[in-house]
């Protein structure tokens, strides 16, 4: 006699399999996301510090404690090692002067091996996620004015500093690059951590950048984005210029042609 299989138990059944499979599916996924969110992979550490004993330890130490020319990488966090070597910093050819972007001596496997490998130095800032929480771009456009506009320029053209130094443009730079910049200070930029801005802000002030990247421009042509006080002496200029020429325009002949001889007494 063939018993038959009642519809709760085949419901129950089917249930069970689909939370064994999630349950498992959980588990396989969050492996590597406790991986990048805790310890670094052991794999790019190794690799990462094979490429840090040829490239980097000359001027950093062997130890990653730092030199005469070099700061201690312990606790620097995978967001410094990761805007300076992105961004063509690091490796830096001229320690007596102020790193400079340019093309990244490193690919970006082994770009990510190197911040692994110092990310495991010690507790640091970790790379910016410049998505969660989204930025709001008018929040973003008062802090960018209140904190970075005084040596980026209202436009974000960069500007000069004292002692020879400068200020660089943003607009080769990366969103996570500004918001890696904004937590770790490169150069002359002062550290803006959790307590100062927090992880929204951050990403407000970044959203504002991108968009300084293509501005709307209702005022009329953007001049190269120069900034508005440029903008407007070229303005100036160009009106005198017109007055000129309208007051030129608008003078009687008489008074434009030259006498042509001396005037005769009766």
């Not at 069970?16 to 959980?26: H, I, K, N, P, R």
């Not at 070099?70 to 320690?95: C, E, I, K, N, Y």
């Amino acid at each position: 006699m063939t018993r038959r299989v009642g519809a709760p138990a085949l419901g129950l059944a089917v249930l069970a399999t689909f939370l064994v499979f999630g349950l498992a599916s959980m588990r396989a996924g969050a492996g590597p996301a406790r991986t990048q969110a805790g310890a670094p992979d052991p794999d790019a550490v190794r690799r990462g510090r094979e490429l840090f004993l040829t490239g980097c330890s000359t001027c950093h130490g062997v130890d990653a404690r730092g030199t005469d020319v070099a700061p201690d990488l312990h606790g620097v966090g995978a967001a410094s090692a990761d805007f300076q070597l992105s961004t063509g910093r690091m490796p830096d050819t001229d320690p007596d002067r102020q790193p400079t972007s340019k093309p990244a001596a490193y690919s970006r496997d082994e770009i990510d091996d190197l911040v692994a490998y110092v990310a495991s130095l010690g507790d640091g800032p970790p790379i910016p996620d410049v998505h969660d929480p989204p930025g709001d771009l008018q929040q973003g456009a008062l802090l960018y004015l209140q904190i970075c506009a005084a040596c980026h320029s209202s436009a974000g053209n960069g500007g000069a500093l004292s002692l020879g130094n400068d200020a660089p443009t943003l607009h080769g730079a990366t969103s996570v690059e500004v918001a890696e910049a904004i937590r770790t200070g490169p150069a002359n930029m002062p550290v803006f951590g959790p307590d100062t801005l927090s992880d929204k802000q951050v990403n407000s002030i970044v959203r504002y950048v991108e968009y300084l990247r293509d501005p709307d421009h209702p005022g009329g042509e953007p001049l190269g984005l120069v900034g508005p006080i440029t903008e407007g002496f070229v303005a100036i200029l160009i009106g005198l210029a017109a007055l000129m020429l309208i007051t030129r325009w608008i003078e009687p002949r008489s008074m434009r042609e030259e006498p042509q001889g001396p005037i005769q007494d009766d």
